[in-house]
Each structure stands twice: as structure tokens, then as C-alpha cells.
């Protein structure tokens, strides 16, 4: 059992920063690729980014190319994503997910495919 913790949400406004961390305990997050989703209200949980287990593979929606990035540290059993030039639209829960069943270089989109979750961590920007 994963247990996961986000941490670093917040009120920013349109343009700001904000980073993310998932704070794992219970075991070691090496054997898992590991994933960010959002769920806005009203809408379903959608993929944001994730890494594959061995870190060298990362994905992004194309929401946020090009203003978020992911990364992994195993040594701190953590994973965070960097938030830049933050707009309304991302205004979202974000949750942290990990995934066991994928391959080693793997990255998986959708929320099935994931086996622990966070509870998440509110994101709000404001005009």
C-alpha cells in the first residue's frame, strides 16, 4: 500500500507559479510510474503529466506543454510538478496517482490504470 500526500496548493494569480509536491510513505515509489490528474468542477478527472518508473520518460497533456514539467525524486519518495504561467483554466483538485501495473517506460493517461491515489490538493487562480 502507497500512501500519498499533496502538498502545495493555493490561491495564484493568472500568469503565477506554483509547485507541486506528492509525498509517498508506506513504500518506496522506485516500482511505480507515477501521475498527476485535475478534476475541475462539473468536469471529469483528466490526465495532466506523468513519469514513467525509470524517470526518463515524461508526458504532458497539451493543456499545459510547455508551462508544467514533472519529475521524480526516488531518494525523497516524492514527485513534483512545477506549475508556470498559470491560467484560469487550470483551476483544478490535482491529484497524485501511482500506477504498478504499467511497463518500466511506460506512462499511463487514464485514471483506471492507476492503483493508489492522494486526496488531492486544491489549485485555484484568479483573475
Known amino acids: 500500500q502507497v500512501h500519498l500526500v499533496e502538498l502545495g496548493g493555493g490561491l495564484v494569480q493568472d500568469g503565477g507559479s506554483l509547485r507541486l509536491t506528492c509525498q509517498a510513505s508506506?513504500?518506496?515509489?522506485?516500482?511505480?510510474?507515477m501521475g498527476w490528474f485535475r478534476q475541475a468542477p462539473g468536469k471529469e478527472r483528466e490526465f495532466v503529466a506523468g513519469?514513467?518508473?525509470?524517470?526518463?520518460?515524461?508526458v504532458l497533456a497539451d493543456s499545459v506543454k510547455g508551462r508544467f514539467t514533472i519529475s521524480r525524486d526516488n531518494v525523497k519518495n516524492s514527485v513534483n510538478l512545477q506549475m508556470n504561467n498559470l491560467n484560469l483554466e487550470d483551476t483544478a483538485i490535482y491529484y497524485c496517482?501511482?500506477?504498478?501495473?504499467?511497463?518500466?517506460?511506460?506512462?499511463?493517461?487514464?485514471?483506471?490504470?492507476?492503483?493508489?491515489w492522494g486526496l488531492g490538493t486544491q489549485v485555484t487562480v484568479s483573475s
Open positions: 496517482a501511482a500506477d504498478f501495473r504499467s511497463g518500466w517506460f511506460d506512462v499511463a493517461k487514464t485514471p483506471r490504470n492507476y492503483d493508489f
Open positions: 508506506g513504500r518506496t515509489i522506485d516500482n511505480y510510474a
Open positions: 513519469v514513467s518508473r525509470n524517470g526518463d520518460d515524461r
